[in-house]
C-alpha cells in the first residue's frame, strides 16, 4: 500500500503519554507532614483533554480530601504538570 506524502511529519496528539514519570505540584505527604511542592508520579492515563496521574504517596484534594486511589488528574496544558528537572552530575 503507498504511504501519501505529507511535508512535516504529524505533530504527537498529546504532550504526555501513558507511562512517562512527571513531576506535579500538589499537597502530599512528606516525612509524615502535609506540605505542597512538586512530586513525581507516573501517567497512567490520557486523554485529549486531561491527564491522569498516579503516585506512590497519600495526595490531597485543594479542599483537604486525601484522593484513596492516589490518582490526580490535570488539563494537557496545566501549568501544575511538567516533565522532571535533569538532575546534573558533578563529576
Not at 50 to 67: E, H, I, K, P, S
Request: negative net charge.
Amino acid at each position: 500500500m503507498a504511504q501519501a506524502p505529507f511535508m512535516r511529519p504529524p505533530e504527537h496528539e498529546f504532550l504526555y503519554e501513558v507511562g512517562d514519570t512527571v513531576e506535579v505540584f500538589c499537597d502530599h505527604e512528606k516525612n509524615g507532614e502535609r506540605v505542597r511542592g512538586w512530586l513525581k508520579g507516573i501517567v497512567v492515563q490520557v486523554d485529549p483533554k486531561m491527564v491522569a496521574v498516579q503516585f506512590r504517596v497519600n495526595v490531597y484534594l485543594t479542599d483537604g480530601w486525601m484522593v484513596p486511589d492516589h490518582i490526580l488528574w490535570y488539563p494537557q496544558n496545566s501549568p501544575h504538570i511538567r516533565m522532571p528537572a535533569k538532575k546534573t552530575v558533578a563529576g
